[in-house]
Nanobody, 116 residues
Framework: QVQLVESGGGLVQPGGSLRLSCVAS????????MGWYRQAPGKERELVAR?????????ADSVKGRFTISRNSAPSTSTVNLQMNSLKPEDTAVYYC????????WGQGTQVTVSS
């Protein structure tokens, strides 16, 4: 099993920045990829960014050039960070941390609101 704990998020004005972090614990050695998804009201959950164990990175077209995903690994934990710059109102959503191992695991979600 893998447990995911998210932090960050909140309210920011358009053009501002936020940083999300997700710490994975448990059987982290089984994780192949970690990333962030988001779900806005009335919309389906979508991939924002993902990074694999060999540092292959994928971004949604809508966030390329504005968001940066990175990861750190320790013996018993694995952390994935999402630096979000130049935020837009359309980035408003609940952001979920995701980890892919033999199974797929999700964090509890953190709200990001971009509004003036």
């Amino acid at each position: 099993q893998v447990q995911l704990v998210e932090s960050g998020g909140g309210l920011v004005q358009p053009g501002g920045s936020l940083r999300l972090s997700c710490v994975a614990s448990g059987r982290v050695f089984t994780i192949y990829a970690m990333g962030w998804y988001r779900q806005a009201p009335g919309k389906e959950r979508e991939l924002v960014a993902r990074i694999t164990r060999d540092d292959t990175i994928t971004y949604a077209d809508s966030v390329k050039g504005r968001f940066t995903i990175s990861r750190n690994s320790a013996p018993s934990t694995s952390t994935v960070n999402l630096q979000m710059n130049s935020l837009k109102p359309e980035d408003t959503a609940v952001y979920y941390c995701n980890a892919v191992a033999i199974d797929e695991f999700w964090g509890q979600g953190t709200q990001v609101t971009v509004s003036s």
